[in-house]
């Protein structure tokens, strides 16, 4: 308490001499400039603590070029400068002024960045901007500047917003735990703080406490950095699963479309990965379009891409039907080679039209970002595709129970031999089922570019992917492929921090086929007479 007080009463005359002493102040930053010129890393650091106490207006300003390194000196003047852009300014007063001379930067090291950020920081503690006060929160915290104690009691004392006075009695903490007179209950209280913020930055500061700390809170500061392990390693399971979402949800956008034609048509489709790279190709087209004529339309790319890449690649999959599949049915064999020889001339066609490097896509602001959820990090791109996902099921689920050609589609997936003798016409369900495959293996392209290099081989990265999906899940479907995606996508990213990205594939090839030898049909098998024959 008399420390805190001490520290205060500090402040407060520091405060009222800033105040009653304008031209004292002034001298005294003129004085602390002068030592940037004299180009050692003492003196510089020597300079900064007076810069930053001094209370001038060019302070920050100061500060500020010095860590972009755009402060510079005048070696026969000795005078200050700061490059802004295309002018110099005079870090005295702040005016453009005509620099005399060669002028050579201040230089820095990584000590000196350090007492920068914490400078800085000291300087924004009491700024009227909630994101600057934050900002000066966290480098006041990883700086740990046990000087800055009496701006961060009465930053805090001032402070009304809940999550910003915490990040402000964090760095507190920190300061406290790096202060050498601060008392041993002071400094287990401190390492509760740092406790509860919970993530890496708080392992490493309650992990490199010097080995001088009294016994007490060295035994704190154990305790709290197992538990902050045992709080990590459990988000880092939530990361993985989360990463793992991510991954189901596109690896069901892929399979979905192959799920139905497999199931309906019994066609093995080796260009469907194709019908994905067309859609990814037409968002960059529109894309490009929009960038030429309209740039202001930009946000709004991915929401015209959509129907374009669902109509476009519907089409090229009825043209296929039509022209290839239709003449191979009941030869499975044969359509597998031909719809694999199609696949390589889709690509080449690719190649021709766009060139074979990889093509820019951009993101919408409303995709770009990111956010905190805990201990992990969520993308809003990632994010916004797994609800497409969802969308693009539950509107699949529904054509499928709601309408007539979805009507049919059962019909002809569960007996096609009753269901042509019923009236329903086999060839043409045939074509607009592939086509309609092709159309969300499409619109599955358009999401995909925004997380993947668009190029011809866009395809082949998920084809194989979305075959042990549709297998594992139930040949045909929807809630099979569904379960089946996100299942595989999550066992994927929690094998891949051990076994490494290609064991983790093997193992998940080797666990569906002893999974097959069990259950032939997959986890949700379809149901009729045809089907069980």
């Not at 920081?121 to 480098?139: C, H, N, W, Y």
Request: charged share 15%; hydrophobic share 50%; glycine share 10%.
């Amino acid at each position: 308490m008399r420390m805190f007080c001490d520290r205060l009463v500090a402040f407060v005359l520091a405060f009222g001499l800033l105040l009653a002493a304008p031209a004292g102040n002034a001298q005294t930053f003129d004085a602390a400039l002068t030592k940037f010129s004299a180009d050692s890393f003492g003196d510089t650091e020597e300079a900064i603590a007076a810069v930053a106490a001094s209370g001038n207006r060019m302070a920050a300003q100061v500060l500020e070029a010095l860590q972009d390194a755009r402060l510079a000196f005048d070696p026969a003047s000795k005078k200050i400068y700061i490059k802004d852009k295309d002018r110099v300014l005079d870090a005295l007063t702040g005016n453009p002024v005509p620099a005399s001379g060669e002028l050579e930067t201040v230089r820095v090291n990584n000590r000196l960045r350090r007492s920068i950020e914490a400078a800085i920081g000291g300087l924004t503690l009491l700024s009227p901007d909630p994101a600057k006060r934050f900002e000066a929160a966290q480098a006041v915290f990883k700086s740990r500047d046990a000087k800055l104690m009496p701006l961060l009691d009465a930053a805090i004392a001032k402070e009304s917003d809940a999550s910003l006075k915490r990040a402000l009695l964090e760095a507190r903490a920190a300061a406290i735990l790096n202060a050498e007179e601060a008392g041993e209950a002071d400094k287990i209280d401190a390492v509760a703080v740092i406790r509860a913020r919970g993530d890496q930055d708080a392992l490493g500061l309650l992990s490199g406490l010097p080995a001088s700390s009294p016994p007490a809170v060295a035994r704190a500061a154990q305790a709290a950095v197992g538990a902050i392990q045992n709080q990590l390693e459990m988000w880092a399971g939530v990361q993985n699963a989360w990463y793992g979402l991510s991954l189901g949800s596109v690896l069901l956008l892929a399979a979905i479309g192959l799920a139905i034609t497999f199931g309906v048509m019994g066609v093995i489709n080796m260009a469907h990965g194709e019908m994905v790279m067309i859609g990814a190709y037409v968002t960059f087209s529109v894309q490009e379009l929009i960038r030429t004529y309209n740039p202001g339309l930009f946000d709004y790319s991915l929401l015209i891409a959509l129907p374009l890449a669902f109509i476009v690649a519907g089409a090229v999959g009825i043209a296929i039907e039509r022209s290839i599949i239709r003449f191979l049915y009941g030869r499975p064999l044969e359509t597998l080679l031909a719809t694999w020889g199609l696949s390589l001339i889709l690509q080449q066609a690719i190649r021709t039209m766009y060139g074979p490097t990889n093509r820019e896509v951009g993101n919408p602001s409303w995709m770009s970002g990111a956010f905190e959820l805990g201990q992990i990090n969520v993308t809003y791109g990632r994010m916004w595709i797994i609800c497409f996902t969802l969308v693009v099921f539950a509107a699949l689920l529904a054509m499928l129970r709601f309408t007539r050609l979805g009507l049919e589609m059962r019909a002809v997936t569960q007996n096609r031999a009753m269901a042509a003798s019923m009236g329903i016409r086999t060839s043409r369900i045939d074509a607009l089922t592939f086509g309609l495959g092709s159309g969300i293996a499409g619109i599955a392209g358009v999401a995909l570019s925004q997380i993947d290099n668009v190029s011809p081989n866009l395809g082949q990265g998920y084809i194989i992917d979305s075959f042990l999906v549709v297998v594992f899940g139930g040949v045909g479907n929807l809630w099979g492929t569904l379960v089946g995606a996100f299942t595989l996508g999550i066992a994927n990213k929690f094998l891949e921090p051990f076994a490494g990205a290609v064991l983790g594939k093997i193992a998940i090839l080797v666990l569906i086929i002893l999974f097959i030898q069990k259950r032939p049909r997959g986890m949700f098998a379809l149901k009729g007479r045809a089907v069980e024959s």
